[in-house]
C-alpha cells in the first residue's frame, strides 16, 4: 500500500516538476485552443530572462543574500517567509515590499516579517549594475531560493520576468493564515492560490527552519479551543518545555523542535511525533487529507526536496504581472514609481 502510494506520489511529482519547468498548466482543454485562450502569465516567465541585460544578475543576488545570512542566520529563514506573504497577496509582486499606510507590510499579521533591508541592499546594488532592469519580485523570488539553499535545502530554477505591481492594501494580508486555522481553512486559501494539498504539505515544511512568536500558539499552551486547558494533543514534556519558553508574547521558539537550522525533514517526523508548534502544523498530521503526505515526505528526503522544489516554483507563480502594460520595475523596493510625464 505504502509503495503504491508513493509511487503514485513519484509519478505525480513529477509531473508537477515537468509543468513547473515547461511553465504550462498540465491539462489544454480543447475548448482553450479553440478559443485562443491567452497563455498564462507564468508561462511568459523565462530562466534566461535577465541573460542580455542584466547576465550577473542571479550572481548578484546569491552573493548578497550568503554575506546577509553569514553574518545573521535567523535571515534564512525570514526571507522564504517574506516570498510566501508577497506571493499570498496578489501574486508575487513584491506587494508586500512596499511601505505605506495601511499597506500589506503594515498590517498586523506581517508585523513579525523580515528582511527588507536584505532586499533593499540587493535593489541598491543591481540599480548600479543594471538601473530600472531586475524587479524586486524576482529579487525576492530568487532570495528565497538562495535562502533555502544556504540553510541545506534543495536548488530549483527560478524562472524570472515578474514585474512590480503598484497596489497594497494591509486588510489582503490579514487574511493570510496565521496558525490557528483549521484544515480546510488551509486548503481553501491554497486553492484560491492556485495550489493543490500537496503543495500544502511540502510548502509547510519550511517550518523546517525559523522560528514563532509565542502568541501565535500561546492557546495550545493554556486555553486550547476555550476549553482553560491545554491542548490534548500536547504531550506533557513538550507542553512544559514551550510554557519554559514563552514567557513573554514576543518570545520566540523553534518551529522545528529538533534541528531548528537545517532544512531536513525533521519538520515532519516531529508532527508523527507530536512536537509540531503551530496548530497548523501539527492539524497537517491529523487530518486525513494530508497525513499520509505528511508520513511520505518525513520518510523520504528525497522525496520532500523534490516537491519542495517543485512547489515553490508554483508558488513563485502566482498571480505574477508579465504582460506590457501591468505593473513596472520598481526602482525602489519600498514605493510605487513615480510616473513620468
Ligand atoms: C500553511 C499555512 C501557513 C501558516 C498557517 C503559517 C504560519 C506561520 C506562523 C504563525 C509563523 C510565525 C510568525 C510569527 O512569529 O509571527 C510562521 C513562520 C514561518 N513561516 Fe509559515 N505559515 C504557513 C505557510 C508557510 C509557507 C508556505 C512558507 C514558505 C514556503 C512559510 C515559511 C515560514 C518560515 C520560514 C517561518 C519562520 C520565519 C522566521 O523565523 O523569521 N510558511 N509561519
Ligand atoms: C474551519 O474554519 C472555518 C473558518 O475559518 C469554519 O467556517 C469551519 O466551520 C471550520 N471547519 C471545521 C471542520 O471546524
Ligand atoms: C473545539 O470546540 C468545538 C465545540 O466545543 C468542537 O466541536 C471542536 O471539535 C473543537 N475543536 C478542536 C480542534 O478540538
Not at 36 to 57: G, K, V
Not at 92 to 99: F, V
Not at 134 to 153: E, K, N, P, Q, Y
Not at 255 to 270: E, G, Q, R, S, V
Request: glycine share 4%; with cysteine; aromatic share 8%.
Amino acid at each position: 500500500m505504502a509503495s503504491m502510494a508513493s509511487f503514485a506520489l513519484f509519478l505525480l511529482f513529477h509531473l508537477h516538476m515537468v509543468t513547473a519547468a515547461l511553465g504550462v498548466q498540465p491539462v489544454i482543454t480543447a475548448a482553450s485552443m479553440v478559443s485562443r485562450a491567452p497563455p498564462p502569465p507564468a508561462s511568459l516567465l523565462s530562466h534566461s530572462f535577465y541573460r542580455r541585460t542584466c547576465p550577473d544578475a542571479e550572481g548578484i543576488i546569491h552573493r548578497k543574500v550568503q554575506a546577509w545570512i553569514n553574518k545573521d542566520f535567523t535571515l534564512a529563514a525570514a526571507l522564504i517567509r517574506l516570498h510566501f506573504h508577497d506571493c499570498a497577496v496578489r501574486g508575487c509582486d513584491a506587494s508586500i515590499l512596499l511601505n505605506y499606510r495601511r499597506s500589506e507590510r503594515r498590517a498586523l499579521a506581517s508585523k513579525t516579517l523580515r528582511g527588507f533591508r536584505v532586499i533593499d541592499d540587493i535593489k541598491a546594488e543591481l540599480e548600479r549594475k543594471c538601473p530600472r532592469t531586475v524587479s524586486c519580485s524576482d529579487i525576492l523570488t530568487a532570495a528565497a531560493r538562495d535562502a533555502t539553499i544556504l540553510a541545506g535545502g534543495p536548488f530549483w530554477e527560478v524562472p524570472f520576468g515578474r514585474k512590480d505591481g503598484r497596489i497594497t492594501i494591509a486588510a489582503e494580508a490579514e487574511r493570510v493564515p496565521q496558525g490557528r486555522e483549521n484544515v480546510t481553512a488551509l486548503i481553501d486559501y491554497f486553492r484560491h492560490l492556485g495550489l493543490d494539498v500537496l503543495d500544502l504539505v511540502a510548502l509547510s515544511g519550511a517550518h523546517t527552519i525559523g522560528r514563532a512568536a509565542c502568541h501565535t500558539f500561546n492557546d495550545r499552551l493554556y486555553n486550547f479551543n476555550r476549553t482553560r486547558k491545554p491542548d490534548p494533543n500536547l504531550k506533557p514534556p513538550f507542553l512544559n518545555l514551550l510554557r519554559r519558553q514563552c514567557k513573554k508574547d514576543m518570545d520566540l521558539v523553534f518551529l522545528d523542535a529538533t534541528t531548528p537550522k537545517m532544512f531536513d525533514t525533521a519538520y515532519f517526523k516531529n508532527l508523527q511525533k507530536k512536537l509540531g508548534l503551530l496548530t497548523t502544523d501539527q492539524a497537517l498530521q491529523s487530518d486525513e487529507r494530508t497525513s499520509s503526505f505528511v508520513d511520505l515526505m518525513a520518510n523520504q528526503p528525497f522525496l520532500f526536496e523534490s516537491q519542495f522544489s517543485a512547489s515553490m516554483v508554483k508558488l513563485g507563480n502566482v498571480g505574477v504581472l508579465v504582460r506590457k502594460n501591468e505593473g513596472e520595475i520598481r526602482v525602489n523596493c519600498n514605493f510605487i514609481n513615480r510616473r513620468r510625464k
